[in-house]
């Protein structure tokens, strides 16, 4: 395969990666220095907390991305250690999702003082979308894994 072909792929990853490295650096400190009001400090602080600890495994992920598009530059895209790749994205997908449902019930706490229903249903978003991504990478790994099978059986009976 060219070199670059992936390029376009590669640039996406980084742009995704910038603006959630911007609002995590900028936009938490923001918001933990300066809190709506006295009242919800107790129950913001730690949707704050798991919104910074899901960053970590969000970045592994992306990491573990441009990994994979790595190996299909260099023609190593049916290789154990795209297999890998795949698997470590569906761990970071499922953290995150494990993450977001623990700070769920702080979510509605929050819901509840503001009388707001709707804020829950949006708690619920990375948590749908996170595994809807574990999901996914887990099928890939899976075909992925079963055609580098086929691949080393076929090579075994030539």
């Given at each position: 395969m060219k070199i670059g072909s992936t390029l376009f792929l590669k640039l996406a990853?980084?742009?995704?990666?910038?603006?959630?490295?911007?609002?995590?650096?900028?936009?938490?400190?923001?918001?933990?220095?300066?809190?709506?009001?006295?009242?919800?400090?107790?129950?913001?602080?730690?949707?704050?907390?798991?919104?910074?600890?899901?960053?970590?495994?969000f970045f592994v992920a992306l990491y573990q991305a441009f990994k994979l598009l790595s190996y299909i530059d260099k023609n190593q895209a049916f290789s154990e250690l795209s297999v890998k790749a795949l698997k470590n994205i569906k761990f970071c997908a499922i953290a995150i999702s494990g993450v977001y449902v623990l700070i769920s019930p702080f979510v509605y706490f929050v819901a509840e003082v503001d009388d707001a229903p709707g804020l829950i249903i949006i708690g619920m978003v990375p948590i749908f979308a996170s595994m809807v991504i574990a999901v996914f990478a887990a099928v890939l790994q899976r075909l992925l894994q079963e055609a580098i099978d086929i691949k080393s059986e076929n090579d075994l009976t030539v």
């Open positions: 990853v980084f742009l995704i990666g910038t603006p959630v490295l911007a609002l995590c650096i900028f936009g938490l400190t923001w918001l933990v220095n300066n809190p709506v009001s006295p009242d919800y400090d107790h129950i913001l602080y730690p949707i704050f907390i798991g919104m910074g600890v899901s960053v970590i495994p």
